[in-house]
């Protein structure tokens, strides 16, 4: 099963996949800075485009760069199922050997972005997933607080027969997180092992697949990638015109968020180098 390409032969050619609906500002900073910071890399963007109705798609068809995929038929009241079907629809139009799952609010700092993940790609030939948690440095303490108090939760509802939520489209692995900041497959283990559907629908995860096909996974390190990557979680409610009164409070966090890294110098010299897009 050793499927993995030795980077010492050869550059492997990485297909990235973007989900996008709506989102200008975000999936503008995102692609230019993938573009600035990614020279060291073989690499195809493929954006798949879930029926935008503003400027966004405008923008979109206007890169010569990426490869825009367009589902007009899609609606915001699909996702998360939308998200899903866009990563297959991206993983069969992919030409790359490496497949990397990523979102619109997830930008690059550094030219070595992708080194993580193609190390821990090649640490054995039956590694066929590496993924990265949520890019959230909180406190130790109150980190291990949330762990507990969840865990207690969790065993209360067991008592009571409740059954568990998904929050978002995250589906938590213990080993890849999908879609969350980032993962990258090995693209012909998952063209025989892998369905993206299944971890939508179906409850399976991802790592699970590839587990029970024979193969590992591994995780990079929060805060190795936190200085390479930046991800905004549900950035895009951050820019949505419309609020929703019962997430109305964590979407205003999330917009203040939004606009502290907008103010960021690096994140000013991406919107305003639009040679990038060309």
């Not at 440095?137 to 762990?147: D, I, T």
């Not at 590839?210 to 995780?219: C, E």
């Not at 951050?238 to 939004?258: D, F, G, M, P, S």
């Amino acid at each position: 099963m050793a499927w993995c390409i030795s980077l010492n032969q050869q550059q492997p050619r990485i297909t990235i996949c973007l989900p996008h609906w709506q989102a200008k500002p975000l999936i503008t900073i995102c692609l230019r800075s993938i573009r600035k910071h990614s020279k060291n890399y073989d690499i195809e963007v493929i954006v798949v485009d879930n029926g935008s109705k503003d400027g966004s798609i405008e923008y979109l068809r206007s890169l010569k760069w990426i490869r825009l995929i367009e589902r007009p038929e899609e609606t915001h009241s699909n996702w998360p199922l939308n998200v899903f079907t866009a990563y297959e629809r991206g993983f069969l139009e992919a030409t790359g050997d490496y497949f990397i799952t990523m979102h619109s609010d997830v930008f690059v700092k550094t030219d070595d972005w992708l080194d993580p993940f193609l190390r821990e790609m090649g640490h054995s030939g039956d590694v066929a997933g590496v993924g990265a948690w949520k890019l959230n440095l909180e406190n130790p303490l109150y980190s291990f607080q949330k762990r507990v108090f969840g865990f207690a939760i969790a065993s209360i509802k067991k008592a009571l027969g409740k059954k568990k939520r998904l929050f978002g489209v995250r589906v938590i692995i213990p080993g890849i997180t999908v879609p969350c900041t980032a993962a990258i497959y090995f693209l012909e283990t998952i063209s025989r092992s892998i369905h993206f559907m299944t971890g939508a629908v179906g409850g399976h995860s991802i790592a699970k697949q590839i587990w029970n096909a024979g193969y590992k996974t591994r995780m990079v390190q929060i805060r190795e990638l936190a200085q390479k990557i930046v991800h905004i979680a549900h950035g895009t409610a951050a820019i949505a015109a419309e609020k929703h009164l019962k997430h109305k409070r964590e979407q205003l966090k999330v917009e203040r968020k939004v606009q502290n890294l907008f103010s960021e110098n690096w994140v000013r010299a991406l919107q305003s180098d639009s040679t990038l897009d060309y």
